[in-house]
């Protein structure tokens, strides 16, 4: 991979924006459009028919989607409710709810897509497509007539209550410390199993029982742990176990492997790792400006001489692996009006302060002005080796400058060109 950034060297302009605050709201908000991290004292509501993406937002109250409107939220804080009847869609990632989340579709399709999501109450949905992803519900789970509900990686605190999902239930990577519940569903209804019986990457772990009853499609069960009993009745075809069930006991009837015992004692602790994620290597400046100022240059025997720091950068590796990386530099010309200079005259000391990351510093570059291209030709500022650690480093350099006695007066400026390698 490679990436690009570039900094100013000498007297370069820098335009900086201010900080604007959040709009506040002392009382409720009607949303239209992109309204971003505004912050609402009291409810808010989607109109019929209108959209609404927050990004950050704050909102005391409950939010309220009309029929047809559509709720786009993350990183959004909600102190009670999201409500919705017959929305085109609510989508919450990344958010936080304070009370219950109630979405119902009788009218017309739509969907609730969840992701990241934590719940103080309970979530309730209808009628609609259901996605919920890595969330964690302080309550209960009720999904009544949905088109389809997948529940993958999520905590219910309370119970789990599915019924008449025409198009299929997917339960993996669930733990739920209530009872779950999975009846009438006309397509595969897959909990801790793939279509073919075969163990998903995420088993369940369910603290009641698993009451499976009435689904008239592929019933498959594997990889899930239930504390209580497995109750089955009125399933066609039957279920079908695979490996890595467990259970108190079993009741109805079943094809395929008998579950075991689930672990003994006093408690059973849960927990849902997931892929780890691709991550980025990054970096950001430790300063205000991005302006490097090497001051006036000062004329010694043979040269004019200055010197100045680069601004630290903070360079952060979150890629899976831990892969080798390398920050190398390159100056352009110095240029004052229609004089120009070779870049290498700029030479270096890179360094490393902070390396808790395993970052090195790259060798030191003199000058050209003494010989060779100084950081006219890409340099290493730092690296790391495969496998270094999972955490930030911050680097930065000495700059030396050295130019020609005859250099024409002025006020240069030259660009530095960071790019990452790996």
Request: hydrophobic residues 40%; aromatic residues 4%; charged residues 15%.
């Amino acid at each position: 991979m490679k990436n690009r950034w570039k900094a100013s060297a000498v007297a370069v302009m820098v335009v900086a924006g201010g900080v604007v605050a959040a709009p506040a709201y002392a009382a409720d908000l009607s949303c239209v459009g992109d309204q971003g991290d505004v912050t609402v004292d009291g409810d808010l509501t989607v109109g019929a028919d209108q959209d609404c993406v927050l990004g950050g937002a704050t909102v005391t109250g409950d939010i309220i989607v009309e029929p047809g409107g559509w709720l786009d939220a993350t990183s959004v804080t909600v102190g009670g409710d999201v409500l919705a009847t017959d929305p085109y869609g609510v989508l919450l990632d990344g958010t936080s709810v304070g009370g219950d989340v109630i979405v119902y579709s009788i009218d017309a399709a739509g969907f609730l897509y969840i992701s990241d999501l934590s719940v103080g109450g309970s979530v309730e949905a209808g009628g609609l497509d259901v996605e919920i992803t890595d969330a964690a519900i302080g309550g209960s789970l009720v999904a009544r007539e949905p088109s389809y509900i997948d529940l993958v990686r999520t905590s219910v605190v309370g119970d789990v209550d599915i019924t008449d999902a025409d198009y299929g239930v997917t339960v993996a990577g669930a733990i739920v410390q209530g009872n779950v519940s999975v009846s009438g569903s006309s397509r595969d209804v897959l909990i801790g199993s793939d279509a073919d019986g075969g163990r998903d990457a995420f088993g369940n772990k369910i603290g009641g029982g698993l009451s499976l009853t009435d689904n008239t499609a592929n019933l498959r069960v594997a990889g899930t742990t239930v504390f209580g009993e497995i109750t089955l009745a009125g399933n066609d075809p039957i279920a079908a176990f695979g490996a890595g069930n467990a259970a108190a006991g079993t009741n109805g009837d079943f094809t395929g492997e008998t579950p075991g015992t689930p672990p003994a004692g006093d408690l059973s602790v849960a927990i849902t790792v997931p892929q780890q994620a691709p991550g980025e290597l990054s970096w950001t400046l430790e300063g205000t400006s991005a302006l490097v100022d090497l001051g006036v240059a000062t004329e010694e025997l043979d040269h004019y001489a200055s010197s100045g720091e680069l601004i630290p950068i903070r360079v952060q590796d979150t890629r899976a692996g831990n892969p080798l990386w390398t920050l190398t530099a390159q100056v352009s010309d110095f240029v004052a009006g229609d004089q120009s200079v070779s870049g290498k005259y700029l030479g270096w000391t890179p360094e490393v302060t902070d390396n808790s990351g395993g970052a090195v510093a790259g060798a030191a570059v003199g000058s050209g002005f003494d010989g060779g291209d100084g950081l006219s030709v890409a340099r290493t500022l730092a690296s790391a080796d495969a496998g270094h650690a999972r955490a930030a480093n911050v680097v930065g350099a000495g700059l030396d400058l050295k130019l020609p006695l005859d250099t024409p007066q002025g006020t240069y400026s030259a660009t530095i060109t960071l790019t990452a390698l790996s």
